[in-house]
């Protein structure tokens, strides 16, 4: 008897968590539908989506195995309303090595950290060697200082793009096409930026708009707390997980007010038969509000022909926080990243054909 009650009250405790789990999934899903200021624990939810999934995933094993099936309905439709989701991250289909030669607009966007701030111009003359091996006709770089002997280097750019515009010191196109208009978008009280300009490809005019949203925070975060803790200082758990916990939340509503003022800039500023593409580091996940407001009606390039896993930072946690979008005047041809190590971001790169 007392076997019985353990084992009903076991179930019983999985039935809470499967509910619960659901619930959350749920509400990470739609979490990137609302502004974070106001809802800043809804939002928090898409960045544990990966990990509300695996628990659905575990969560149905485990009713099957004990053979609940009107139980194990429930993750499992959970599951199937993630596959969207799952493909802003995976994509099953082979890359198509042949699209690439395909007649077409080939685009990068590449965070090149201040060139890991070495000076002597090898970094980016390697970078350059890459994008010609690519073949990229625009590329777009956030975080380019044009100091330290990077005027030269960008200097020597103009032999393969002989066209480029310049934003804020930062933000970077460059263009083996003729670029016949630009705009600067600052930011209030913050370094980051966002610009566009209209590339001129053989008669058809396509507005590329280079961003860099503002960061979470968090390696400040836990450079700082280290630092107090060398220096002897007692930082409090707790009050790091707070610090921790304030920095992603007020870098959420920071990049969502980005986000905005970067649509509503392109919103104003239409123009008939121009085409459309957004790239660059959003320093967010997809399904996030920054996510959602950029993509808008527009298309999600690596959904469209990217595959395998999609990660574009280096770090520990390697997310996908860099994005290549287009309307629907461009067809994607191919998707893909490139392992290089001069950053702690992966470049980016799009075929499209127009």
Known sequence: MGKLAVYKYCSFLFLIATFVVVGFTFFGLFGGNVPPAGNT???????????????????????????????????????????P????????????????????????????????????GFISQDILSQMK??????????????ISGNRKNSESYKEYFPYMAMGREDMVVFSRFPIVGQKSIEFEETNNSAMWADVDVNGQKIRVVNVHLETTGFSRTIHQA???????????????????????????MVRAGQAIT??????????????????????????????????????DGFKECGSGWMGTYRGSKNARIDYIFHDESL?????????????DHYPVYMKVEY
Request: glycine residues 6%; positive net charge; contains cysteine.
């Open 85 to 120: 989701y799952i493909g802003t991250m995976y994509q099953i289909r082979s890359l198509d090595a042949s699209a690439d030669k395909k007649s077409g607009l080939k685009i990068a966007t590449y965070n090149v950290a201040r060139f890991n701030r070495e000076t002597t």
């Open 331 to 343: 067809k994607g041809l191919t998707y893909y990243t490139q392992d290089l190590n001069y950053s």
């Open 226 to 252: 280290g630092k107090l803790k060398r220096q002897g200082a007692d930082v409090e758990s707790n009050r790091l997980l707070k610090a921790i916990y304030g920095n992603y939340t007020w870098g959420m």
């Open 41 to 83: 624990a809804r939002a928090m939810l898409v960045y544990a989506l990966p990990l509300l999934i695996i628990a659905d995933a575990v969560l149905l094993v485990y009713w099957m195995v004990r053979r609940r099936w009107h139980w194990a309905a429930i993750p499992f439709v959970t599951l199937l309303c993630c596959i």
């Open 262 to 299: 970067v649509r509503n800039e392109l919103l104003k500023n239409q123009e008939p038969d121009c085409s459309l593409v957004i790239c660059g580091d959003f320093n967010d996940v997809p399904y996030s509000f920054v996510y959602n407001t950029m993509l808008g009606d527009l298309v």
């Open 133 to 146: 091996k690519q073949k990229v006709d625009v590329l777009c770089m956030q975080e380019y200082y044009d």
